[in-house]
């Protein structure tokens, strides 16, 4: 089954394309009526572990806004939950962990998922995908990074100031090390299986990676990032590095150290919109490929808005490969479907001159 | 009256000081028990509204913490209060404007407010906790910058997308504007009128500026706090530089343009822990003051890793005057106030080896 489309592989390992590929961060999901339709009927959880209806909304924004690539329905919150913890859906608030990590004992009782059993769901899903995608578009696999998966484990759910996990890194980094080896070791595993499944590019989100200082994003998150790569790398086996799944990272809120970060070993980093696209490719274009940046609320904007601002981001990356077109974050709920199709219409159309 | 520390204010302008002068954000607040003591007994806005509530905590840090200056106890949002919205207090929640913002005739409707009238109470808690504090310290005066008041008078309260601001934003730029102007006019006037009262120091807090993208911000938020600096420095008369009532800027989460910002013509800008202040100061050092910047969840581990922690900060900033020490943002209502201790203590003591 040859992939008919495979511009955000090649973009994402700077590899020359005829167009700028563009999918959007959460693109399965609320904003569309169709999503909603299918949500009715089930509970998000529901969705997550039925391969059917993971599918069916993974391939509705191919079909509806004709986006380059089908980022599989899931969770980044799946993997705390096959290591043992209790994930509840809150209703408007999102899943929580009802006992959240709080002690060494709470660390020892995790266990190492295996996930061909215990997150058979999502490999099921992809495959599915997959097949009934036919090779019009790559799947995309995804987990959470360790950080952001350490931290909704230890506050439970999101949070304003975070001071749970930030007492533990401060309070008891050791055991702090401990729960992100333990994830970092299960997300390798995971993510693995996904592309063993049939996920043609993979992205690690890191969320909550500009809660932290420089200093402390570089001990506590970027190392589990860097660790996590090497280790999916070495379980793909020897490839070419033009050959192998690539994988973008993406950490939100982070806009220092990008020198050290296009060595953390991802072949696409993915930057919000408080990010100048052309100054990142200055400094890591020449190794990493970049994603991003439109700021999601431009698209309740008019389509003449949304043009212009889509415009700016293909000039900020400037001519040339190696750009995967996105949002600088999630798609808001709200937004109008049919602002989304003028944005993917337009960059597909216009990024053709940025590419000779 | 003669202030026996005036070290913040010789900071402020980058003159010479004996040690790094302290105070923290929100420091008259929940986390220490005489305060919430008072509050027991009176809601927020009446608090807020009653000079001698205000004024008692207000000084309450500088008895108990032995902080360098006194921020006024009061709110940002009584600025759109006094222009006419109706402000309420809402548990759990904070303030909250029932009536946000919509359209071009909410604009109009606003009034110019004559501080010296509709925000009596600001001015009489500033002259009163002048004269309760005899000349321990300064009294610091404070406002919300133009952009953040914008975002609270169109959102109605906080918010994690900020949909409705940017709306307006992307739909409705000339109104925007229109309203940017109004609320730059008005906070002109209440800065230059606490400065009149006896605030020896004004803070301008930007809490939403990063939520934009670093043109936006220049257009939408740094513009107007230009204006409103140079309005407040007119308003004063013709002064020296170096005479004249410091003015610090608080672009929270603004980690761009640092050489556009070292121009807005505020004396110092506060940071906060996602930048060096290593690097900070060599882009902005030459010309501004720098404040900040530990993490506020610091302030939850033990008195060794606060010490640790603090004299990385003093550390980063280096050798020489011009910095004033505070968190990174405010702190958190659930921190031991003999933590704060240590940390007030540990930075007036090991400053001074800095200093010369």
Redesign the interface.
């Known amino acids: 089954m040859k992939l008919q489309n495979d511009l955000i592989l090649r973009a994402a390992k700077r590899l020359p394309t005829e167009r700028t590929p563009i999918w959007i961060m959460r693109q399965a999901g609320r904003y569309l009526p169709e999503y909603r339709a299918v949500r009715a009927k089930h509970d998000f959880l529901t969705m997550c572990k039925t391969p059917e209806l993971a599918s069916e909304v993974t391939i509705q924004p191919v079909d509806i806004i004709g986006v380059d690539a089908a980022i599989i329905f899931s969770d980044i919150l799946v993997i705390p939950e096959a290591m043992g913890m209790h994930l509840e859906m809150n209703e408007g608030k999102g899943p929580v962990f009802t006992s959240p990590i709080k002690t060494k004992d709470d660390v020892l009782k995790l266990k190492d998922p295996d996930p061909s059993k215990d997150l058979k769901f999502v490999l099921d899903a992809i495959s599915l995908t997959k097949k009934e995608l036919n090779g019009r578009v790559p799947v995309i696999g995804f987990a959470g990074a360790p950080w952001t998966i350490l931290t909704y484990m230890v506050e439970g759910q999101g949070s304003k ?3 749970k996990v ?2 533990l890194v ?2 008891n980094p050791e055991l702090a090390h401990s729960l992100l080896e333990k994830i970092t070791k299960a997300t390798a595993a995971y993510l693995s299986a996904q592309i063993e499944a049939g996920a043609s590019i993979v992205q690690i989100f890191d969320t909550w990676a ?1 809660i ?5 994003y570089q001990v506590f998150a970027m190392r589990y990032v860097q660790q996590l790569i090497s280790e999916i790398k070495r379980l793909q086996g020897p490839a070419s590095t033009e050959k192998d799944t690539p994988i973008i990272y993406f950490p939100k ?1 982070v ?2 150290l990008m020198h050290e970060l296009k060595e953390v070993g991802a072949d696409a980093i993915s930057v919000d ?4 696209l052309e100054k990142v490719r200055r400094k890591i274009g020449d190794k990493v490929a970049i994603q991003g940046n439109l ?4 698209l ?3 389509p003449s ?1 949304i043009k212009r ?1 889509a415009r ?1 981001v293909l000039e900020s990356f400037g001519k040339g490969h190696g750009h995967i077109f996105n949002l600088g974050h999630g798609i ?1 709920p ?1 937004i109008d479907p049919a602002n989304v199709k003028v944005l993917v219409n337009y960059v597909k159309e216009e990024s053709k001159s940025f590419h000779h």
Chains 1, 2 share one sequence.
């Open positions: 100031s975070f001071s930030k007492k401060y309070g500009g932290l200082s420089p200093r402390d809120g806009h220092y919109w408080t990010l100048e700021d999601p609320t431009v309740y904007a008019e808005f601002e700016k808001l709200d």
